[in-house]
């Protein structure tokens, strides 16, 4: 049986037991074909519009900074987590939303630190929300900024100690090579 959807369907059921009965679907007849090319035209222009809300709340999650202040042990793991409800409600609080917390992230944050969390939204819009985690007794810009701080660090001393990976290398092939050029230094002389 041939069906024509008249919403959007996440998981296609069963047209006669499922789809026809909630109204989701109607069968595929002349007339409902012809029903069905206006109704698609009144569905992209919904769509259209859905996109344009769901960009506009996309960058107001960008442009967002939550901070979770948190008890954490010396080397900065935390007692607990942050965890995608716990953004979600906060998220939801601040912007006036009413976004299912498995729209959001993919992990729980289980440390402190600066982190960019994927936010899923309708009609195929990700944005990320910055997420401070830092200790109870700091402030958290102070905190970021250490953490900034902190990962910049890091990152130059990985870009060091690669370069150093580089110049060792060379180094041992300009040695490889002085010990074959003199190995064919002596086989001449002999």
């Known amino acids: 049986m041939k069906v024509i959807l008249l919403e959007d369907v996440y998981k296609q059921g069963f047209a006669r037991n499922f789809l026809i009965p909630r109204q989701l679907a109607v069968k595929a007849t002349p007339g409902a074909l012809r029903q069905f090319e206006n109704l698609s035209k009144q569905a992209e222009t919904r769509r259209a519009v859905r996109e344009e809300k769901y960009t506009k709340i996309g960058q ?5 900074t939550l901070t979770f202040p948190v008890k954490a042990g010396e080397t900065g793991k935390l007692y607990g987590s ?8 906060r998220l939801n609080e601040t912007l ?3 976004l299912d917390r498995r729209r959001i992230g993919d992990r729980p944050l ?38 900034s701080a902190h990962e910049a660090e890091e990152a130059a001393l990985m870009e060091y100690e690669a370069e150093m990976s580089v110049e060792e290398e060379a180094d041992t092939e300009s040695d ?6 003199s190995t064919e230094v002596e086989a001449d002389e002999e």
Not at 60 to 64: H, K, P, R, T, V
């Open 96 to 98: 006036g939303l009413g």
């Open 60 to 64: 107001q999650i960008n442009d967002l």
């Open 110 to 147: 289980r440390e402190l630190g600066v982190f960019s969390v994927p936010v899923r939204l309708d009609a195929g819009v990700l944005a990320h929300v910055r997420v401070i985690v830092h200790r109870e007794d700091q402030d958290p810009e102070e905190a970021a900024a250490v953490f």
């Open 82 to 89: 942050v965890t995608s409800t716990e953004i979600a409600d």
């Open 176 to 181: 490889d090579m002085a010990d074959d050029a």
